[in-house]
């Protein structure tokens, strides 16, 4: 890739639209767990603003349904408040995307000034690619940037609609972006064998689809998260509360079949009978797709632990999105840590990526003992499926 990037773009004076990752992982009270995506995002951010240029962000967060409660839970102000502390400087936050605050506010930027965008997915058009809702966003920028790595796999209107209408206008990428793109691709392009991925997560209708990929690129295929469970459906098995998604268990049973020995699933899983309560509620560990009633899956258990753990001993590449079970809540991080450490203590080249298996790396103490944290989950796996980005291909070259 030889993209222009955005210390090539002369900004003095100029406002640059900037679409970022801010899709930080929250808790109930909304207080930011992990600031990963904003701090690796500051490289790009300063080279905007130390050069006296006027700067505008844009990200989205969560996935808010339209429902009252969204601004409550999907706001993007606390975030905007961590950048401030983070630059030691007012950053102002605008209630809409493109409604009058954020036209008055962009308006009163003065050079080296920040913005930051509510939430792009509040406006319907964000997820649908729309034209007016993108020329709306364009029209308040002299040149635009991307580096949303995490969202790159996207094709959201602020990835690809909104440079599209700022053709003629310079149209980058930042920081973040190249050195993701340039780290995975050399790390993936010829890795050594045997090359291990590990599936977790909640995302299981976006990821489950990817498998059939990773069969034909990886030696070994580990499955946790909730992951798990629509395969133990696809088997027949019990699967209690646990979250599943019917509408892939057709799906399931062919990766089974397809993937023999190579797709490596659970043995045993550890469910609680109270997902609100995880430290008071009833536990147990029962043989994985033996759940009983009344009970969820939410963390492999100790023999899975002891089995992933053989297999990535030997492993000379690993790549990692997705945790193996709801680390936020311990006991229920037993998993995600022990697995953790088999990758810590193996000879590898080892790539976590995901906004929230950043964070449990960060959280349970191993972000230094793998060879890169990426911030992108969906993304990374995008890219080693070998998937192209149109949200980078139509910026230009440098
Ligand atoms: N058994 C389970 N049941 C329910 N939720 C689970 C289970 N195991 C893991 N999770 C949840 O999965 C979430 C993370 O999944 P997700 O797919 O978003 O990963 P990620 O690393 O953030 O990747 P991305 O960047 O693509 O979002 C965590 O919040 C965790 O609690
Ligand atoms: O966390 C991510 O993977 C990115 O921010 C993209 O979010 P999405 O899966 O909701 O599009
Ligand atoms: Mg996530």
């Excluded at 509510?118 to 690619?129: A, D, S, V, Y």
């Excluded at 492993?315 to 088999?342: C, H, L, R, S, Y």
């Amino acid at each position: 890739m030889a993209k222009k990037t955005i210390d090539q773009v002369d900004v003095a004076g100029k406002t640059v639209l900037m679409r970022v990752d801010f899709n930080v992982p929250l808790d109930e009270n909304q207080t930011i767990t992990d600031d990963r995506r904003i701090r690796m995002a500051l490289p790009s951010i300063k080279s905007v603003i130390d050069r006296g240029g006027k700067l505008i962000l844009m990200s989205h967060l969560g996935r808010p349904k339209g429902e009252p409660s969204d601004v409550e839970k999907f706001s993007l102000a606390p975030v905007a408040k961590r950048l401030g502390e983070l630059l030691g400087k007012t950053v102002a936050f605008s209630s809409d995307t493109v409604g009058a605050d954020a036209s008055a506010k962009a308006a009163a930027l003065t050079d080296g000034d920040v913005l930051v965008l509510e939430n792009l997915r509040f406006n319907e058009g964000e997820k649908k690619g729309d034209a007016e809702f993108a020329g709306k966003l364009a029209a308040m920028a002299d040149a635009y940037c991307n580096d949303a790595f995490g969202t790159c796999h996207r094709k959201d209107a602020s990835m690809v609609a909104v440079p599209e209408a700022m053709a003629g206008k310079p149209r980058v990428v930042g920081h973040l972006v190249a050195k993701e793109i340039q780290y995975l691709s050399d790390a993936i392009a010829n890795p050594e064998r045997p090359f291990v991925a590990i599936l977790g997560g909640a995302k299981v209708s976006d990821k489950i689809n990817v498998i059939n990929n990773l069969l034909g690129i990886c030696d070994s295929v580990l499955i946790g998260g909730a992951m798990a469970y629509t395969f133990s459906l696809a088997k027949g098995e019990a699967v209690g509360n646990s979250l599943v998604e019917k509408d892939k268990v057709d799906l399931a049973k062919e990766l089974i079949e397809k993937g023999g020995d190579k797709l490596v699933l659970p043995v045993d899983t550890h469910c609680g009978d109270d997902f609100g309560d995880p430290a008071g509620c009833n536990k147990e560990v029962v043989p994985a797709g033996a759940i009983k009633d009344g009970f969820e899956g939410m963390d492999i258990g100790p023999a899975t632990s002891a089995k992933y753990s053989e297999i990535l001993a030997s492993a000379k590449t690993i790549v990692w999105n997705g945790p193996m079970g709801v680390f936020e809540k311990p006991p229920f991080d037993a998993g995600t840590k022990a697995v953790a450490q088999a990758v810590a203590d193996s000879d590898s080249i080892s790539i976590i990526g995901g906004g929230d298996s950043a964070a449990a790396v960060d959280q349970l103490g191993f972000a230094d003992q793998v060879s890169h944290v990426s911030t992108g989950g969906g993304a990374s796996l995008a890219m080693l499926e070998g998937k192209a980005f149109a949200a980078v291909d139509l910026l230009d070259e440098a």
